[in-house]
């Protein structure tokens, strides 16, 4: 099979979807890997080292759909990467479809098979999109703490405090893999961190893991009376494929103090305040009702190494499989790939997708 690594287009996005280590593997067991000139520049990887790896090197976008079977990427298609995807492609890759009905038609048009990371669940968990929650988490603090100083428009408050001053106030709405790594973070520098969230179980482990954070039944009463004190909130809600739910409404903010923060990483499904917007890496914030708002929708390509490697970690097992035996191989030794599968042969094959753009389901045949 002939996989294809095109260079990343969405603005900011450094990373690249396989490693030079990785595509070697692929290459030793026969498969032939086409990469795009300069698609791992960004996270620092040459195109002389995919050469020592034996890809090949081709000059343009086209040439790598028009030759590949297997298109492997890091984030969703642009609308000139969408206009290049055939019947014969299967697009692996984050999706993020029920936040994008234009992408979602535009994927059914094209005849493709889309497997989104996101959505590959094995045993209640979701294995490919955790490296990149863990890299939001942690990150959303940082940028949180950052855009508090004074000269960013934020409250002036330090979250760690010092001797004799009272640490900032984190809010995290989820406990989950993006939420957990807030908290750890944001309790690392001393901040007085809440994680909201509505699994018992889930508020059992977090309480034993997570000593000096507090974890507190989430609803809509809960929240609004949290919201008053806090200094930094950090929107780590998600339900798999689908669109986030609006926790925050305009109401809210009313309530918070002029120059809150708020970092929504669900902003990939939607964002989880009626205020969300998304914003990119140039142009990350915006101001609604005096609250700070930032909304990047490919936060992890940041630290494009990091998450590269982070990410082919997890994906490589998935894109070796595929290469060798098919989707419908793949799948038969990789159940849990079946999760994935979001579009197929212009039908759409996840239910929470289907349903948040009010198109008919059709489970994928493998």
Not at 80 to 101: G, P, Q, S, V
Not at 154 to 170: D, F, S, T, W, Y
Not at 171 to 178: D, V
Not at 234 to 249: D, F, Q, S
């Amino acid at each position: 099979m002939t996989i294809g690594v095109p260079k990343e287009i969405k603005q900011r996005e450094n990373r690249v979807a396989l490693l030079p280590s990785a595509a070697w593997q692929l290459v030793q067991r026969g498969q032939r890997v086409l990469v795009e000139k300069d698609a791992g520049a960004g996270a620092g990887y040459d195109d002389a080292e995919y050469v020592k790896a034996g890809c090949e090197i081709v000059a343009d976008a086209a040439r790598v759909f028009d030759s590949a079977d297997l298109i492997v990427k890091v984030k969703e298609p642009q609308p000139r990467e969408i206009a290049m995807l055939r019947a014969k492609h299967t697009l692996f890759t984050y999706l993020h479809l029920a936040a994008d009905r234009a992408l979602t038609e535009g994927l059914m048009k094209s005849g493709c098979t889309a497997i989104a990371y996101e959505t590959v669940e094995k045993n209640r968990r979701l294995p490919l999109l955790e490296p990149m929650s863990e890299i939001a988490g942690r990150m959303s603090v940082m940028i949180g703490a950052y855009l508090l100083a004074k000269h960013n428009g934020g409250r002036g408050v330090l979250l760690g405090g010092v001797p004799g001053v009272l640490p900032g106030k984190v809010l995290i709405i989820g406990g989950g893999t993006a939420g957990m790594n807030a908290a750890q973070v944001a309790t690392g520098i001393g901040a007085d961190v809440t994680i909201l969230e509505v699994d018992v179980e889930r508020m059992r482990f977090l309480d034993i893991t997570m000593h000096t954070a507090h974890t507190l039944y989430s609803n809509p009463g809960a929240l609004l009376e949290s919201l008053p004190d806090i200094d930094l909130i950090i929107g780590a809600v998600l339900v798999p494929g689908a669109k986030a739910p609006k926790l925050i409404t305009r109401e809210m903010l009313h309530v918070m103090k002029p120059g809150t923060v708020f970092v929504d990483i669900a902003i990939d499904q939607g964002g989880c305040a009626e205020t969300s917007r998304p914003t990119t890496h140039d142009n990350p914030t915006f101001v609604e009702e005096d609250v700070i708002h930032y909304c990047v929708t490919n936060m992890p390509g940041a630290y494009a190494r990091t998450a590269t490697q982070a990410l082919t970690n997890v994906t490589f097992p998935y894109v070796q499989r595929l290469a060798e035996d098919g989707v419908s191989g793949a799948c038969a030794k990789h159940p849990e790939l079946k999760s994935g599968i979001n579009i197929q042969a212009g039908r759409v094959t996840n239910d929470a997708v289907a349903a948040a753009h009010g198109l008919p389901f059709s489970a994928a045949t493998v």
